[in-house]
């Protein structure tokens, strides 16, 4: 899925008449960058997600025919049940479709699609959990704001108050979720109830705080060095030791140690052995190997800034063709840290996005418009004969 993200980019940038060079360039940091690399070994919904996504944007802006509407619509659909931060993409993507003046049937059919895609999960899960939705929990948001919630301004009543952060310096948003010190975990409430409640009363009371916070945040991207989160300092907590600690000697399960367990199942210990020289060039290249936050900075202002030529010059289409991965781009970049965390692994499924959309804004022409070649010369050269 990761070489396919980046073929796929590499080709619609082509077609676009954007230099082989410019589309190999933006199509290098889904190959090369480690934390790209990283997470598609991983066991995690993030790889999938970009797929579904780019995917998605990639087909929309190749030819927005009423089969394609309808495919990326639903693709959209199916990122939106990996995670649920597809959803306002699916928005993102009517309203350019819309801005597009694409056929409203088409963009009607595709909406229906993304709907029975969301809408069929939702259900499957009322099935199994007893209550529509995707899955997610209220406790996430509700962290984020416990790092700026004032009780005093808020005022909530007293079944509420038991969720109020104590006073003095603020945990990160995380940490309320699991420790020990966290109002949710002494009180022992209701999690999703009260805290979804206990939410919307900070946002309501609170809503300049609780959009600077995530915004302020949010900035972490764009920084030189990757930020360690919850935990302060610099660089990715993704990145391989120096060296690991052995397995403790306590059970870990069923009466045996973490050896016993690990040995009984693969006929030998699961201890993480690191093997020289081959680690240290692993760290090395995680170390320097990855696109640092100014520079991804630098390709989203590059793509606002062709957008914005291209805009000037009256060449709309290409405007357009550049806007919905833009877009897509900065919905991913600002709003994870506005309900949820900052994750440098949130980031990553921006970069493709921000690429693409920085080489379509660069490139000759959109790529939705046909090449020209044999066939659309014969057809000027016939309707030329014909007038005249």
Known sequence: ????????IYAVLLRAQ???WGAALAAAPVLLDVHQVQLEH?????????????????LLVWRPAAWAVVVGLGLLGLATVTRTLGLPLIVVAVVWLLLRRANWRAVGAGAVAAGLVVGGYATWFNAVHGSFGMG???????????????????????????????????????????????PIVRSGAEKEELTSEFTSLVI???????????LSDALWTFEWNRRIYPSPGPQSAYVFPDSVRPFADKVASAGRTATQLTVEYQGSSGETTIVEPYAGWLRAYQEQGFLRGPLLAAILL??????????VRGRFADTMSALLPWAAAMTLTFLPPLIAAFDHRYVVPVVPLACL????????????????????ATRTGQHAFTTG
Not at 204 to 214: A, E, I, N, V, W
Not at 302 to 311: I, K, S
């Open 1 to 8: 899925m990761g070489i396919a993200i980046a073929v796929a």
């Open 18 to 20: 954007l230099p082989s």
């Open 42 to 58: 991983l066991l995690m919904a993030d790889l999938l997600f970009t797929f579904l996504v780019v995917m998605a944007v990639v």
């Open 136 to 182: 997610g929990s209220n406790v996430w948001m509700w962290s984020r704001t416990m790092t700026f919630a004032d009780c005093r301004v808020m005022d909530p009543r007293p079944e509420l108050a038991v969720l109020c952060p104590e006073a003095g310096p603020r945990l990160a948003a995380p940490a309320y979720i699991w420790d020990p010190s966290s």
């Open 204 to 214: 309501r009371s609170q809503p300049f705080d609780f959009l600077m916070t995530g």
């Open 302 to 311: 590059a793509g606002l800034a062709g957008m914005a030529v291209r805009w």
């Open 357 to 376: 959309a920085a080489g379509l804004a660069l490139a000759r022409r959109s790529s939705g418009d046909a090449p020209a070649g044999r066939h659309s």
